[in-house]
């Protein structure tokens, strides 16, 4: 299994960008990379998925570089409903789907007035 | 659609009981797995299922047995309940049409084994 590193945290003010990084130096050819985002009290809703280069969809952007041993959540002009714990996992799609299904201990964002 | 529903929603047992846990989805997902959730922890996996018929262990399957016995039910079994086993336990499903795969998950069901 393709193990994640995310901070433990973060902060942020209301209007910035907001950049989380995940480490997956063992990531596999089939792997992907999909983080998900859960307020207190609520399972984890879908943020981005992606395989290499930029994703980008109505709610946020992602990064990966050609090496893809690491990615990058970026939330583009935060505000306070976006503090919440965010979780990069990594795994193929189809087969082994146990891979799809780790979650690290995720990163804490709160996003300050 | 409802989506991923569970029940119940709140739960106390004491130490022995055994109790299912219910979850169910409507969007004809071949794919359905439980986590568990301690206070300001990930998620960790309890057990995962690929199709009607079909089930597979997790990273923390022990006291724990499912079943799925048609594609949209996938009841967790806590066959003698211990304290260490007080959280939160969350249900998802997913599919594999389409090129992104999107965990759907439920509300959770709160446990406190006592």
């Known amino acids: 299994l393709a193990k994640t590193t995310q901070p433990i945290s973060m902060d942020s003010y209301e209007g910035q960008e907001v950049n989380i990084t995940c480490s997956h130096n063992?990531?596999?050819?089939?792997?992907?990379i999909t983080w998900y985002q859960q307020f207190p009290s609520q399972g984890p809703r879908f943020i981005i998925q992606?395989?290499?280069t930029k994703v980008t969809n109505e709610v946020a952007s992602l990064f990966i570089p050609a090496d893809r041993k690491s990615s990058t959540l970026s939330l583009p002009r935060v505000s306070l409903s976006d503090t919440a714990v965010y979780y990069c996992?990594?795994?193929?799609?189809?087969?082994?789907?146990?891979?799809?299904?780790?979650f690290g201990g995720g990163t804490r964002l709160m996003v300050k007035p | 659609n409802a989506g991923v529903t569970q029940t119940p929603k709140f739960q106390v047992l004491k130490t022995g009981q055994s109790m299912t846990l219910q979850c169910a989805q409507d969007?004809?997902?071949?794919?359905m797995s439980w986590y568990r959730q301690d206070p300001g922890m990930g998620l960790r996996l309890i057990h995962y299922?690929?199709?009607?018929?079909?089930?597979d262990q997790g990273e923390v399957p022990n006291g724990y047995n499912v079943s799925r016995s048609t594609t949209e039910d996938f009841p967790l079994r806590l066959l003698s309940a211990a304290p260490s086993q007080t959280s939160v336990y969350f249900c998802?499903?997913?599919?594999?049409?389409?090129?992104?795969?999107?965990?759907?998950f439920g509300p959770g069901t709160r446990l406190t084994v006592l």
């Open positions: 969007m004809n997902h071949e794919y």
């Open positions: 998802a499903s997913w599919g594999t049409s389409g090129r992104a795969v999107e965990q759907f």
């Open positions: 992606g395989y290499k």
């Open positions: 063992n990531i596999a050819t089939n792997d992907y």
């Open positions: 996992l990594v795994g193929a799609l189809r087969n082994n789907a146990g891979n799809m299904l780790t």
């Open positions: 299922s690929v199709g009607a018929g079909i089930t």
